[in-house]
Nanobody, 122 residues
């Protein structure tokens, strides 16, 4: 089985920075894509950033230039560096791993973490 665990959330003042981590554990052979989503109260889940196995990154317009997604393949860990944080960035951030291969002869699967709270307030 594969598990994703986020960490690094917390309370930060506007203009501050946080670095979120997502650690994948289990019998993982490879991961095709990883992404960060967020959901604020009363809103739908929003794709924040994604990273392909080839290194291609995609960001939502609201975070472009402020957030950076990265991946450590050796440790199966994904990061989201968040700079110049704004109150509107407040949300529960969840990591998503897609195309996770745990067997050479079985289909890949997608997995979600439980989420970590990020609160931006003065």
């Amino acid at each position: 089985q594969v598990q994703l665990v986020e960490s690094g959330g917390g309370l930060v003042q506007p203009g501050g920075s946080l670095r979120l981590s997502c650690a994948a554990s289990g019998r993982i052979i490879s991961i095709s894509e990883m992404a960060w989503y967020r959901q604020a109260p009363g809103t739908q889940r929003e794709l924040v950033a994604e990273l392909s196995s080839a290194g291609t990154t995609t960001y939502s317009d609201s975070v472009k230039g402020r957030f950076t997604i990265s991946r450590d393949n050796n440790e199966n860990t994904m990061y989201l560096q968040m700079n110049s944080l704004k109150p509107e960035d407040t949300a529960v951030y969840s990591c998503n791993a897609r195309g996770v291969r745990t067997s050479l002869f079985k289909p890949t699967g997608d997995y979600w973490g439980q989420g970590t709270q990020v609160t931006v307030s003065s």
